[in-house]
């Protein structure tokens, strides 16, 4: 067991742990943020993604251990009370989901990859995406979703 | 209408963005336990001995349960799966015992502490070779499984599960009618479901005797039936709970992992127990589509019309067919296509193997029969020196057209005429490619081709089978909706909120679908499936509202001191007809009207509707012939596209989906199914497949079973709508939920031969298929 301090979403918790806890672990069963979500725990499908220090990553491949020191978000991290983030936003404008189950880790993915590159291409949008599988919508309405994202951003330079 | 055809976003949006949705997965409770299976390393052994000593010796574990201790089998129509393996295990990966401990990690702990003591008996694993008069049984004691009789036909001492007869005519006179007589084989393996939510199921024995459910399933009211039936409890002992749902694409009906918890938490001092499913689990351990293998022998005349056929479809049901034998029914009453042929004889069986068992799964066998019947449409053509469409034209069902089940077809069954041509007119059918086109084709060895393909499916379901829906006022005038099936995405609950205000003449807003169900407080319904939720459910709606409306007319007629016929509504009023402004407003009597003086009237108002399947009949044993299909959808598929000739990999650029969907009711939510269906079909074109080792599954991870990703999205997808109103559906409406995934597999295949003049017979179209497709015609 390891005593560790995990900041997330701008909180601080003091938790006790086993060393070989997951992040993923960690954000659903000891701090109950259940948004974030378990599709495989082998990497391979993005339901779990999270941002550690803005970078989404894989929650079911981070030691909880080796997230201490690190500012994680989560999906919960995301909207200020009932003021949606414009991501969130523009999925329900494009109904970019459908049984919502890879969507809060789709979501997590997109905040990552906008806040690094602004201004992304069609192409670079689907490769962004590629590690998060999503079975019902065909990935088309994630797509138009981002699209549609980057030009509003662009033209009222808004972003939240 | 101004709502019914509108987009409405999905009523539970916000809750799907910000991860407040609440899953199975999600849900913990006081003094819960959590469960771990052990499973089967062989394809079929004997179970001579299993250990569980040293495993209940483990501090934290509560209960070990073996198939000897809960002697219970399942199943929708046949009853032949066990809860744990008994005596023998049927498939690699099939549970043999099962630990609840107060952590995952001590259960995990105690599974590897079981020892299990197995005899490998000879396996079999090819459909067609279990036909075999020496082939080794699966079940032995086929003869003793109780299944719905007159339905379905098992033919003990054999693994035949169920065998379906349709005679239609005479295949031997029409035979000697044909011109040219084209005969064929095809394939489709076994593929996942893949539902982001793996299966999970959480269970709370009381001591009372009652059983409490939680659990990622689309038909509450199935579970509760079908664990009433295998435990012989009484069904208002069981409580089943179906919070948000993962995904389900057919995977989640019927019943799964409950009866396991269930058990489970008896064993353990009655405390509640969850189970989740690990991925792996998912793919070798849950159900999976059944395979195919499929015979057709197609009789023609030079003219181009279809004289004779005679099929023989061949299920790997695998190692249980509680669900599979209806796949195999209808993939037989649907198993020509939607075409007009006065001689059919069709023979599905239903084939016990030691592969993972099979289940419902989009398309429900249509999917898989139309990947047969529509390559060899194609290829019937080409052989006749004619165009595929012209050769579909001529055959296709149209009015007056009488079904191999002997069903007339009408102006208000759907066409599927209009579909096709939809679809080649917007796929650009029949326009040469240019030279430079051709050019290009040669210098890049990319070459382009197109394809066609039809479909039809109707709802696989018993004859009798119903749905109920429940509209009661809230004290403001809105109201809450109540029904049991379960929208797992799909956006049914928000399509039948519209066709509720639609009737009541309010705004959607003001509807709330209940999201919490639970088989103790909502109405009954029987699944979820089968693309018949918006059908039967909308049906059901209309009729609560229609009751809910007549109640307010009673209370308004007796305050406005007016004839009920001369009520109307409107605006959220019950005014009288010739003076609007004599009116009620909704909240003056959603829970009663009260008089200035105080007195009171009516009460608090509940709408109640029923819709139960019309005119449905058992067809009959020998021939087939009978109604099995309230609604058919009708469809049509048209491709374009790309083959690297250098790697055999296939680049879909634009797809077409037209069907006839009666009338639109949610026009984005009706396109998103299609998008979404449409690249699911595409997983099991190009790349989906369960590839096994000697009974042993190899596909057991992402890594090794490939779903599309958003790189495999082809550039456009482009869904159209045929509106030929089914007159007994909601607003003319007909389901549309599977049919965007069936034929998709068939028009990229045609699109193969158009290509490249290569036909392929099997899917997953691969990369190295086609490559080495394309070297062996070289």
Redesign the interface.
């Known amino acids: 067991m390891k005593d560790i301090i995990l900041k997330v979403n701008g909180r601080k918790y003091n938790l006790r742990i086993d060393e070989s806890m997951t992040l993923l672990k960690v954000l ?2 000891e701090l ?11 990497g ?2 993005g ?1 779990c993604t999270v941002l550690m220090d803005g970078k989404a990553v894989n929650s079911c491949l981070v030691l909880a251990c080796e997230a201490e020191g690190h500012d994680i978000t ?3 991290g ?2 200020d009370g009932e003021l ?1 983030s414009d991501i ?1 936003e523009a ?3 494009h ?1 970019a ?8 880790g789709m ?1 997590m993915t997109i905040k990552g990859f906008l806040d690094e590159n602004p201004n992304p291409t069609e192409d670079e ?3 962004a ?15 138009a979703a981002v699209k549609d994202l980057v030009e509003r951003r662009g033209n009222d330079g808004y972003n939240r | 209408m101004d709502i019914i055809g509108s987009s409405v976003h999905r009523i539970e949006s916000v809750e799907k963005v910000t991860g407040e949705a609440r899953y199975t997965h999600d849900i913990k409770m006081e003094g819960m336990l959590y469960a771990r299976i052990l499973t089967s390393p062989y394809p079929h052994a004997k179970i001579l001995s299993i250990d569980t000593s040293r495993a209940k010796e483990l501090p934290g574990v509560f209960a070990v349960l073996t198939g000897e201790e809960i002697p219970y089998k399942v199943g929708l129509y046949m009853v032949d799966k066990p809860v744990l393996a008994q005596g023998k295990a049927r498939y690699q990966g099939e549970p043999v015992a099962a630990v609840a401990a107060v952590t995952e990690e001590i259960a995990r702990e105690a599974v590897k502490l079981i020892r299990v003591e197995y005899e490998p008996v000879q396996p079999v694993f090819d459909p067609v070779e279990a036909l075999k008069p020496d082939a080794p049984l699966v079940h032995e004691k086929l003869g003793e499984y109780s299944y719905v009789k007159g339905v379905f036909f098992p033919e003990p001492g054999t693994n035949v599960a169920s065998h379906i007869k349709i005679r239609k005519g005479n295949v031997f006179e029409g035979f000697a009618k044909a011109d040219r007589i084209i005969e064929n084989d095809f394939y489709l393996p076994q593929v996942n479901h893949v539902p982001l939510e793996t299966h999970s199921s959480i269970a709370r024995w009381g001591k009372n005797g009652e059983i409490e459910i939680w659990t990622s399933a689309q038909s509450p009211f199935a579970v509760r039936n079908l664990l009433s039936v295998s435990l012989g409890i009484s069904p208002a002992k069981i409580r089943v709970h179906v919070p948000y749902v993962g995904g389900g694409f057919g995977g989640k009906a019927g019943i799964h992992l409950e009866p396991l918890v269930a058990c489970l938490s008896k064993a353990a001092d009655n405390r509640p127990v969850k189970i989740v499913a690990t991925r792996e689990e998912e793919f070798n351990t849950l159900p999976v589509r059944q395979g195919l293998k499929a015979h057709i022998k197609t009789g023609v005349t030079k003219e181009g019309r279809i004289v004779a056929e005679e099929i023989n479809y061949y299920w790997d049901a695998g190692s249980y067919a509680d669900y599979g034998v209806n796949i195999g029914r209808a993939g037989a009453y649907a198993g020509a296509g939607p075409y007009d042929i006065d001689n059919v004889s069709i023979d599905s069986y239903t084939i016990y193997t030691n592969h993972v068992f099979g289940t419902a799964y989009r398309g429900f066998g249509h999917l898989e029969v139309l990947w047969a019947i529509e390559r060899q449409m194609d290829i019937a053509a080409h052989e006749l020196g004619m165009d595929p469409y012209d050769f579909r034209m001529k055959n296709l069902l149209r009015p007056g057209s009488i079904t191999i089940t002997g069903e007339k077809i009408n102006e208000n069954t759907g066409s599927v005429i209009k579909c096709l041509e939809a679809a080649a007119k917007e796929i650009g059918w029949g326009k040469p490619k240019t030279e430079e086109e051709l050019e290009e084709e040669k210098n890049t060895g990319r070459v382009r081709g197109k394809g066609l393909a039809v479909l039809h499916k109707a709802p696989a379901m018993p004859t009798n089978t119903g749905c109920a829906a429940i509209l009661k006022f809230n004290d403001d005038g809105t109201i809450n909706l109540l029904v049991s099936g379960v929208d797992y995405g799909q956006g049914t609950y928000t399509t039948l909120a519209m066709v509720a205000a639609e009737q009541m003449k309010m705004p959607v807003e003001k509807i709330k679908v209940v999201y919490d169900n639970d088989t103790d407080m909502m109405p009954y319904d029987w699944q979820t499936v089968a693309s018949r939720f918006t059908f039967m459910g909308g049906n059901a709606v209309i009729r609560a509202a229609d009751d809910l409306i007549n109640q307010m007319k009673d209370v308004a007629s007796r305050v406005l001191r007016a004839p009920k016929e001369e009520l109307e509504i409107g605006n959220e009023r019950i005014y009288i007809k010739h003076n609007p402004d004599e009116y009620l407003t909704y909240r003056q009597v959603a829970l009663g009207y009260t008089y200035p003086n105080g007195n009171a009237i009516g009460g608090p108002l509940i709408g109640r509707g029923m819709y139960i399947a019309q005119g449905l009949t058992n067809l009959d044993p020998k021939t087939g012939q009978g109604l099995p299909a309230i609604d058919w959808t009708y469809g049509a598929h048209g491709v374009e596209i790309e083959i690297d000739t250098n790697t055999g990999d296939i680049r879909v650029l634009k797809i077409v989906s037209a069907f006839d969907v009666g009338k639109v009711l949610n026009k984005e939510l009706c396109e998103e199914q299609v998008v979404g269906g449409v690249l699911q079909g595409l997983g099991a074109a190009i790349c989906e497949q369960y590839l096994y080792r000697d009974g042993v599954l190899l596909t057991r991870t992402f890594t090794d079973y490939k779903v599309p990703t958003s790189m495999d999205v082809p550039d456009e997808i482009f869904p159209i709508f045929i509106e030929t109103p089914q007159l007994d559906g909601p607003f003319g409406a007909r389901g549309v939920a599977e049919h965007p995934m069936i034929s998709v597999p068939s028009a990229i295949g045609n699109a193969v031969y158009n290509a490249t003049g290569v036909n392929i017979y099997e899917v997953p179209m691969t990369p190295e298929k086609v490559y080495f497709a394309l070297k062996n015609r070289a």
Not at chain 1, 130 to 140: E, S
Request: charged share 25%; hydrophobic share 30%; glycine share 12%.
């Open positions: 659903r069963e109950e943020l259940t948004g974030t979500k378990e599709g495989c725990g082998e391979e499908c339901a989560t999906i919960e995301l909207a949606l969130q999925f329900i404008e109904q989901f459908q049984c919502g189950f890879c969507t809060p979501i949008i689907e490769e995406i590629a590690g998060n599988l999503c079975r019902c919508t065909g990935y088309k309405p994630i797509v």
